[in-house]
């Protein structure tokens, strides 16, 4: 691989212009918060002094050797910390359009209430069958008469159609597990137990999805959209496929979605491969 095809690798990762700062700083080079080869072949050379594979890219993870090497690295005992993070991430339209996705902007604003998102519920909308999609856009923005909205980030096609409804908090997981969110903060596999005791809006950004719950196929093009987007939003918050979870795995109330979700992990987890991998191609 080349530096450059590293440069555009790291570029993707969305890091902050302080985080590159400090990235900067650890590999020694001069610190201007933009990625640029000199950058790209310092960190190699650092990767190598460190007993880490020179590679000279950082996936910004929890998981990631190189990246939580840099964060740990005190530049000067004497100096006030770094304190780093959480850094935003980019924000949902635009993290989708930059993995291809031609999602619609319907955006309003959400509740008003803090939204710290730590993982994905997949939902479908149990709505009639119709030749045509989208048609609950005015429902999943303004809400039900007892449920006001919005009622999801994102909305999806039965055609495989995507709009953005919200970058905020959204009315879509209602309460859940406790065990469940423990599980997902540690990435781990989820653990459908418990009873139904913990808000999960805060925490969960919500992808409604055209299908009345029944006995509606799901179009391919359709779980292809989904996988895309999951994994757009992976990538984006440094998550693993495990924090993607169904609402029946959230809450014992509801058998949403009907698909098998350790399929879907794992065809968002490679989705999610290889869109990291096309952002080095």
Not at 149 to 164: K, S, T
Request: overall charge neutral; some cysteine; charged content about 25%.
């Amino acid at each position: 691989m080349s530096n450059e095809a590293r440069l555009r690798y790291n570029q993707a990762q969305h890091f902050a212009a302080e985080e590159i700062k400090h990235i900067q700083s650890v590999i020694g080079v001069p610190v201007d918060g933009v990625w640029n080869i000199e950058s790209v072949e310092a960190l190699i050379a650092w990767q190598e002094r460190e007993g880490i594979r020179g590679d000279g890219k950082i996936w910004r993870s929890d998981q990631g050797d190189t990246w939580s090497r840099l964060l740990a690295n005190n530049l000067d005992d004497d100096a006030d910390e770094l304190v780093l993070g959480p850094v935003e991430p980019p924000g949902i339209l635009e993290t989708l359009r930059h993995a291809g996705v031609a999602a619609q902007d319907e955006r309003v604003n959400g509740r008003p209430r803090s939204f710290t998102p730590v993982g994905i519920i997949l939902h479908h909308t149990a709505s009639a069958r119709r030749p045509t999609e989208l048609n609950g856009i005015r429902i999943m923005k303004e809400g039900r008469r007892n449920l006001p909205g919005p009622l999801c980030q994102i909305y999806v096609g039965r055609l495989g159609g995507v709009v953005v409804v919200t970058e905020g908090l959204a009315n879509h997981a209602g309460k859940g597990r406790g065990a469940v969110l423990a599980s997902t903060r540690a990435s781990k596999t989820v653990c459908a137990t418990g009873g139904d005791t913990t808000g999960g809006n805060r925490w969960f950004i919500g992808i409604e999805v055209e299908n009345d719950g029944r006995d509606e196929p799901y179009g391919e093009a359709t779980l292809r959209m989904i996988e895309t987007i999951s994994a757009a939003l992976l990538n984006a918050h440094g998550w693993s496929q495990e924090v993607v979870i169904g609402h029946r795995e959230w809450t014992r109330r509801k058998i949403d979605p009907v698909y098998d979700m350790n399929e879907m992990r794992a065809r968002i987890g490679a989705r999610a491969n290889a869109l990291r991998n096309l952002a080095i191609a």
